[in-house]
Structures are given as C-alpha cells and as structure tokens.
C-alpha cells in the first residue's frame, strides 16, 4: 500500500477507535489541534485551487472530516462527564474565548452557531442544489459546443476527448455535491445536540458525583461544555466556509486571490469616488476625521497607483504586440502546416457566414455534426473532420466543396429566399428566380419568405438555404467516401472489431488479408453504396474466401452475397414487386470472353462498336423504368456483375447493378426489358 492510503486509513480507523475507545486528555489535545489544521487546508485550498475539480473528491473530505469531528465531540463528552479534565485545548477555548466570563461565552457560542447555520449552510446548501440541476441541465449543450469545435477543426480528438471527459467529471462532482453539503448542515446539527447533552450532563454528574451546587457544577461544566462546542463548532465553521467557497467558484479556471482582488479594487474611478466619500464623511459628519480622512486619502492614493499600473501595462502590451508582429515577419515561414491537406472542406462567401455563426442563429454547425453521425449509422464508417471556412475571394454567396484540397463542386444560394421545387405533379406555377437544385441538378426556383406558404400549398418541396448545404455536403460525401478511407480507418475498424471478436480479427488481419486488402473490400462496397457497418459478417466472409484467392475484386463479390438481406433491403421493398431490366445471356458469355486476367487484375477487351451498342441498349432499357418512375436496376448473373458495373459506371453513375445471389429469396422481381448487343 501506498503512504497516502495508509495515512487516509488510519485517519478514519482512528475516528472510528474514538467512538468506541476512551482516549486521554493529552491525546485529546493533539487530534483537536489536528482537526484545526485540516480545517485550515481545507478552507485555504478550497480558494486557491484553479478549478473545483482540483477538489474532485472533496465530498469524500466532508464525510471523513465530519466523522472525524464527531468522534472529537463524543471523545471530549466522555472526558468531561468522567473526569472534568477534557484537556488544555478545551479548557482554553472556554476560558480564552468566552473572556472568561459565562454569559460572554455563551453568547459567542450561540453566534458562531447562528452565523453557520443561517448563513454559510444554507447558503451553500441551495448553491450546491442549484448549481447541480444547472450543471446537467447545460451538458447536451456543452457536448454540441464541443462536437461543433472539433468539425471546424478548432480543436483536435485528443482535445475534444479530454473536453467530453471534464464535462462528465464536473457534472458527477457537482451531482454530489449537492449530497455532500448535507454532512456539513447535520455536522453543525449533531455539535448543537451534543452540547446540549453535555450541559444537562455535566449539572447532573457535578450534583449527583462530586457534590457540587447547581451553581458551582453549571459554571464549571458550562465553561468546558462551551469550549468543546468552540473548538469543535470552529473548524466545521472553517469547512462550511471552504464548501461555500467551492460551489461559488464554479467551474471557472480562477486564481482566488488575484481575481478576487483585481475584480474588486481594479478600477481606478471606483477608488476615487469611495475615498472622495469617506474624506466628506470625515469633515461634514462627527465621525472621526482622522481615520475617515486618512481612509480615504488612502484610497485615492490606492486609486491613482492602479491607474498608473494600467497605462504602463497597456503601454507594454501594444510594445509586445509591435514586437511579435515584427517577429513573425522575420522569422522563417514553417511551411509544414501547408504541407497538411483536409479531407473534406467547405469553403463559402461572406453572404453564408450568419448561417455558420452560432451567435447570430446560424445552425450549420450542427448540421454538420448531424451529417457525420447520419453517414456513420448509414453507411458505416467515419466521415473525417469537415473543415468549414469563409473565403473572401469567392462571391458573397457562394460556397465549393474541396475533397483532399481539390474542388468537387459548388453552389450558389440566396441567403433570404427559399429554394422550390416541383415534385413532377404541381400545376399551378409560383414566379421566382429560375435556378438548379445543386446536389441533384434538378430545376427549381427562388422564392421569398411571403411566397413559401403559398408554394408548400399548391405542392411545391421547399427547402431553406442550410438544408439546401446540408444536402448537397452529404451526396458529395456519399459519392467520395470510398477516396476518403485511409489504412488508418481501416485499423480503427478492427480495433473495434476485436474488442468483441478477437479471434476473428486474428484469423484475418495480418495472416490472410492486410489492411490495404480489407481497405479495398471495403472502398469497392462503398464506391457502391453499400453500408460497411456489418463488419463482423464482412470479416467473416473474407476470411473463409481468402485463402482461395486475394483478389479484392472477387472477395468483393462474396461480400456483396454475403450481405444480400442488406442489399435487398435497400433496392427491393418489401411486400412489393420491383420492376428490374436483366442482361441477355449471350451478351454474358460474351463480356465473359473478353475478360483478361493479369498480375494487377482482371479487365476488359470489348471491341468499341460493342461497347457503343451495349450502352445504346442499356439507355434503351434503362428509360423504360424511369418512366415507371423507378430506379434504374439491372440483374445480371454473378460472374458478370462486377465486369458489367465497371462497363457501365463511366456513363451511368447512378445505375445499381445486382447479382442473382444477392438478391434475397422473398423477393419479388419483374423485368421490363433486356440488355442485349
């Protein structure tokens, strides 16, 4: 055990002796004067600790302090009811404090116990209470301010860690706290009864036992009864005040003293005018002129120092300011910082700024924050942090996303207008400024606040300018997350994989596959749509397939049937039959001959003509179902699928091209029509 813990154990194992072990007088003395002491600390480190959670565990200190104390009390009854002799401390207290006189002690006992318990605990009873239910109220808060800081990049992972971690240490200490300030009111309490106790029985003890008068045994047991409730009442005074001082604090990083004194006596006015009144005071009234003229002299002199101090410091800080600027420039420029390049940003004009400035009621940031979560759960990975800046050479509003430092795309919004589109079925036209939807390229108009009622009326969707950003980031996102996965998320996806299948992990990673194979498995799943979230059943089918073979391509396939309930969930409803274009057979024996194997992959070698009549055929095919309004869905037989999807992709970006396998059994298929050559 360590010295700390064996110190802290024997602090409580000998609270626990006292109430059952008589102790002696001498021994007495030393725990009382121990007692002061740690009261002293208490106190003084309660207002000098930066933050309340330097004090993390000071509800623990109030209940082994109070324990303490009352063993004090008990011990210090025993002595004075058996023996008359409590010790030096005790007697000194009562005499020493009380002036010696009866009346005088009893007086200051009963206004230490007024002033503790009308003031200092409840007092810091209801400040415990509220700062509590306030402190968790304000945490779902505190939690987005913190999501919001670390998607603008102003702070990193670690950061935001350490932030989440603060968060929940000051809502459990300010949870209990609101607990702990009992200890001190019961504390203050039990002193209350005890010295009742010990007045009734000290008269009766000096009556009854050494024959004593009830004058004689009332002024002698009265005296030591008021000096134990002094020197036990004193330090549960000293903790109440350093409670008090901690749930005033807050939860602010604050030097007690400095910031106490420099909020107080830090303007120089104030401090003129309290010693201009103090000298009035002094030569108008009859109060004493000399203390009440020295005073304030005192103050105006106090005053002009401090007006000096802050001319001298304003003076050295623009000097320092002068100088690091000076400094910058000559310094060398550190270029590594340009070296880094963002995953994702997204750079607008200063027209967009109010709706990603909090203070002014933007809720970008959120959206934001929403966006990753949404893409998570949906597609299962980790977007990277979205980095959100104001680009001054752009147009006022307009926005660009950047993926890995390169322009994707951008947008144009009207900040004050709404943007309305026509589903297919409105009749009716509303006037507005003729523009296109920027994530799906579709027609809609601009709209004005006045305008929007009318145009939700008669059918149109209407969307605000942050939805319109949102949704645009969020298909960007999509269409690039497969470019986004780095070997490194790779390696976070396993470690949370192994947390829960460990052998699993093993099997697979490094032995069968390494992570740039899992990572190109997972890019060709996304690349597709698919979600990556089952990793389990992903990791399962990779490591039953690859060691038959390593190409990334075909352990693909497997994938994809392998999670056939997940693929048929999200092109087939259910309950449902779906309207589908399936592949001519012949037109699959001959993609299939024309596929060439090599070190680096599988391609093909269809003859140009081929090619161009294969996608006249899927254009042909692929227009029958988007005037059914469905989506463009083509069956093909699993060998084929992965060589068609690769033909295909590079003139049809949205067409979902599926395998028989993968195709659940309970689904219902009809075909429209076929592709042939």
């Known amino acids: 055990m360590k010295k700390a813990d064996i110190g802290v154990a024997l602090y409580v194992l000998s609270a626990v002796v006292m109430l059952i072990v008589p102790i002696t007088s001498t021994m007495l003395d030393v725990l009382l004067a121990l007692n002061i002491s740690i009261a002293f600390t208490v106190l003084f480190t309660a207002m000098f600790a930066k933050e309340v959670l330097d004090m993390s565990f000071y509800p623990t200190i109030l209940l082994f302090t109070t324990l303490f104390r009352i063993a004090l009390n008990v011990s210090s009854t025993r002595l004075i009811l ?155 005074l000293l903790i109440s005040l350093a409670t008090g001082v901690l749930v005033t604090k807050g939860s602010k990083e604050a030097d007690f003293g400095t910031v106490l004194v420099s909020q107080l006596f830090g303007m120089p006015k104030v401090l003129y005018m309290v010693g201009a009144v103090l000298a009035f005071l002094g030569i108008v009234t009859p109060l004493n002129p000399l203390i009440f003229v020295i005073m304030g002299a005192v103050f105006i002199i106090c005053g002009r120092i401090i007006a000096n101090t802050i ?57 934001v924050v929403m966006i990753r979560r949404q893409i998570a759960l949906e597609l299962g990975t980790v977007v990277p942090i979205i980095r959100l800046r104001d680009n001054i050479q752009l147009n006022p509003n307009q926005y660009i996303i950047k993926i890995k430092g390169i322009q994707v795309s951008e947008g144009e919004i009207l900040f004050d207008h709404y943007m309305a589109m026509n589903p297919g079925f409105v009749e009716e036209e509303i006037s507005g400024i003729p523009t296109f939807e920027p994530s799906f390229h579709l027609p809609a108009i601009w709209i004005t606040e006045g305008q929007r009622e009318r145009a939700e009326s008669v059918g149109y969707t209407v969307v605000d300018p942050p939805s319109i950003i949102a949704t645009h980031l969020t298909e960007i996102i999509r269409q690039y997350l497969a470019d986004l996965l780095t070997r490194q998320d790779i390696q976070n996806l396993v470690n949370n994989v192994k947390e829960t299948n460990p052998s699993l992990v093993e099997e697979l990673v490094p032995k069968l596959l390494g992570l740039g194979d899992v990572q190109k498995v997972l890019q060709n799943l996304l690349k597709e749509g698919i979600s990556v979230r089952d990793l389990v059943t992903i990791f399962e089918t990779l490591a039953d397939h690859a060691p038959t073979t390593r190409d990334t ?36 024996q001959e993609i299939m001959g024309s596929v060439k194997q090599t070190e680096q992959g599988a391609y093909l070698t269809l003859d140009p003509d081929k090619t161009k009549s294969i996608m006249a055929s899927v254009e042909t095919e692929v227009g029958k179902l988007e005037k059914l309004g469905k989506n463009p869905i083509i069956i093909t037989s699993p060998i084929v699928r992965m060589y068609f999807k690769r033909l295909t992709e590079d003139y049809y970006k949205d067409l979902v091209v599926v395998s028989y396998n993968e195709i659940d059994s309970n689904v219902e298929l009809q075909s429209v029509g076929m592709v042939t050559a």
């Not at 929940?168 to 039990?190: H, I, L």
């Not at 075909?554 to 409803?573: D, G, H, M, W």
């Open 82 to 236: 058996t023996t008359g002799n409590p010790g030096n401390v005790v007697t000194t207290f009562g005499q020493f404090v009380g002036a010696g006189d009866l009346v005088v002690g009893v007086v200051i006992f009963v206004i230490l116990l007024i002033v503790q318990f009308v003031v200092i605990n409840k007092g810091s009873e209801r400040v415990a209470e509220v700062t509590a239910r306030f402190t968790l109220d304000a945490m779902p808060g505190k939690q987005m301010a913190i999501d919001a800081d670390l998607n603008t990049g102003a702070i990193d992972d670690a950061e935001a860690k350490r932030r989440r971690e603060k968060l929940q240490d000051e809502s459990s200490f300010f949870g209990s706290m609101d607990g702990a300030v009992k200890y001190v009111k019961g504390d203050a309490a039990a002193g209350l009864i005890i010295t009742g106790i010990n007045i009734v029985g000290g008269i009766v003890t000096g009556m009854l036992r050494q024959g004593m008068d009830i004058g004689a045994a009332a002024d002698k047991y009265l005296i030591l009864t008021i000096g134990d409730g002094l020197v036990s009442q004193i330090p549960s």
């Open 311 to 367: 001319e001298v410091a304003q003076i050295e800080a623009e000097t320092d300011t002068m100088e690091e600027s000076a400094d910058e420039i000559r310094k060398p420029e550190n270029v590594n910082s340009l070296l880094q390049v963002d995953p994702i940003e997204l750079e607008f004009g200063y027209g967009i700024i109010p709706l990603a400035d909090v203070n002014q009621g933007g809720d970008l940031l959120d959206r």
């Open 553 to 588: 391509d075909i352990l693909t396939e497997y994938v994809r049937q392998s999670l056939k309930r997940a693929i048929s969930n999200k092109y087939f409803p259910l309950n449902e039959t779906t309207s589908v274009v399936t592949l001519d057979p012949a037109l699959e």
